[in-house]
């Protein structure tokens, strides 16, 4: 098996490198799965958090009226396609028989076919070089959606490049989800260190008071913390205030390595 990348993997490692966020990411990749479809004329990406679906970007015209008039039934190709992790083609939407009235309000919107594929957390992903590894744990689905104008719109499409496309957004949202993850653990951790300064501060001051050992200083202010019912920060911050004449600085936090 050759390791060269092929050319989608390289254009899509560049569209990674090249936008600022997941928002631009994601309007891009639905720019390019709109070029790998010649015949669609809209390209619609879904993302589902928490039970809660929504058009998060799109490209060409008509996609997001087709996506809400799905979410307003909670049914429909797009949805589909999101929750089981499976393909979903449209032939003919005035011959479809799935999705009550989905297929008429898509007929009558001028769209006679679609093809949606999984992205995200519950997708299979295939053909291309997988750049992360997507959290088993993700609350997060998503569906990449493509709509035609013609019947069997999609025969000729590109499927290969558009299933590379979507195997390599399931990477990018799993890895916008990580650095979210680590961005609260982080500030959680922040929180902690600073909190942690403070304690140590009043610490000091009340073994300087009492001519007592660590141990004994942090049990007086944490029953002190109890019988005033203030968390021990809080209490520990007022006595370091009141020593020092102002608040207390806010500890050594996180720095970044140089």
């Not at 600022?20 to 790998?36: K, M, N």
């Not at 998503?142 to 025969?155: Q, T, V």
Request: charged share 20%; net charge negative; with cysteine.
């Amino acid at each position: 098996m050759s390791d060269a990348l092929s050319p989608d993997t390289l254009d899509l490692i560049s569209l990674l490198l090249e936008t600022d966020t997941l928002d631009g990411f994601l309007q891009a990749l639905a720019d390019s799965a709109l070029r790998e479809a010649p015949t669609a004329h809209g390209c619609g990406i879904t993302l589902e958090r928490r039970n809660r679906p929504l058009t998060v970007a799109s490209s060409g015209v008509g996609a997001p009226p087709l996506d809400e008039a799905q979410y307003g039934q909670d049914d429909g190709p797009c949805l589909q396609a999101l929750r089981t992790g499976q393909e979903v083609s449209v032939i003919d939407m005035r011959d479809e028989l799935r999705w009550e009235g989905y297929p008429a309000f898509a007929a009558r919107a001028g769209t006679l076919s679609s093809f949606s594929l999984p992205i995200a957390a519950h997708s299979h992903t295939a053909g291309a070089l997988n750049l992360y590894s997507p959290a088993a744990h993700s609350h997060t689905a998503g569906a990449l959606n493509l709509y035609s104008p013609e019947k069997d719109g999609f025969r000729e499409a590109a499927l290969e490049g558009l299933r590379s496309l979507t195997s390599q957004a399931t990477g990018a949202i799993a890895l916008a989800e990580r650095l979210s993850d680590a961005q609260v653990f982080t500030a959680d951790l922040q929180t902690a260190l600073q909190s942690r300064a403070v304690i140590d501060q009043a610490v000091g001051i009340v073994m300087s008071q009492r001519h007592c050992t660590p141990d004994q200083a942090l049990r007086t202010l944490r029953t002190a913390s109890q019988h005033r019912n203030v968390k021990l920060r809080e209490l520990c911050a007022q006595l370091v205030g009141s020593i020092a004449g102002s608040p207390p600085p806010a500890g050594p936090g996180l720095r970044p390595r140089p």
